[in-house]
T-cell receptor
Framework: DTGVSQDPRHKITKRGQNVTFRCDPISEHNRLYWYRQTLGQGPEFLTYFQNEAQLEKSRLLSDRFSAERPKGSFSTLEIQRTEQGDSAMYLC???????????FGPGTRLTVL | GDSVTQMEGPVTLSEEAFLTINCTYTATGYPSLFWYVQYPGEGLQLLLKATKADDKGSNKGFEATYRKETTSFHLEKGSVQVSDSAVYFCALSDAGGGNKLTFGTGTQLKVEL
């Protein structure tokens, strides 16, 4: 069990550019969650997958955001036409559907200049 | 919707002092309750959890009791150490919503010698 991993750990981009983040969950976990954390705040739910199906999206997830989990293993989160307000830590977590305990990755810190 | 309210920080204590971090919640169902900890430069780690009323979660000397009548889940530790310095997040999970987590804003704890 290597834990949840995320790549990259840090991303600096210019406003208007597209960025993509990757999350690799714990191998036997079928649920995968994305959260966003801004400075001084708790994480906020964005979306989650059970296997390859995206089952819920928060209203925080604007049309510029898209997430995929094509084979039910790793997931990607893409942000198109980034804005300065997108600067945050993006967290991924995974769990088994039979439990309510989520395990978090180290996060990807996005800075939009 | 669901919400979690935590006491504001930072909380500054001397080593071996008693710690209480207050947490109250609002939820429509019967959520599980969690405390997560974030050490400097690290990801979120599960500290303890409780799944039903009157359950007590405990780990590493920390305890919290699920109080349905007061909708609270206060975190306590009898004697803090410098190594406990971190940000502590109270959270609840929505079983009807894929167990997505709703977090409080976090409470920073600083323990001094």
């Amino acid at each position: 069990d290597t834990g949840v991993s995320q790549d990259p750990r840090h991303k600096i981009t210019k406003r208007g550019q597209n960025v993509t983040f990757r999350c690799d969950p714990i191998s036997e976990h079928n649920r995968l969650y994305w959260y966003r954390q801004t400075l001084g705040q708790g994480p906020e739910f964005l979306t989650y997958f059970q296997n390859e199906a995206q089952l819920e999206k928060s209203r925080l997830l604007s049309d510029r955001f898209s997430a995929e989990r094509p084979k039910g293993s790793f997931s990607t989160l893409e942000i198109q036409r980034t804005e300065q307000g997108d600067s945050a830590m993006y967290l991924c977590a995974s769990s088994s559907s039979g439990t309510d305990t989520q395990y978090f990755g180290p996060g990807t810190r996005l800075t939009v200049l | 919707g669901d919400s979690v309210t935590q006491m504001e920080g930072p909380v500054t204590l001397s080593e071996e002092a008693f710690l209480t971090i207050n947490c109250t919640y609002t939820a429509t169902g019967y959520p599980s309750l969690f405390w997560y900890v974030q050490y400097p430069g690290e990801g979120l780690q599960l500290l303890l959890k409780a799944t039903k009323a009157d359950d007590k979660g405990s780990n590493k000397g920390f305890e919290a009791t699920y109080r349905k009548e007061t909708t609270s889940f206060h975190l306590e530790k009898g004697s803090v150490q410098v190594s406990d310095s971190a940000v502590y997040f109270c959270a609840l999970s929505d079983a009807g919503g894929g167990n997505k987590l709703t977090f409080g804003t976090g409470t920073q704890l600083k323990v001094e010698l």
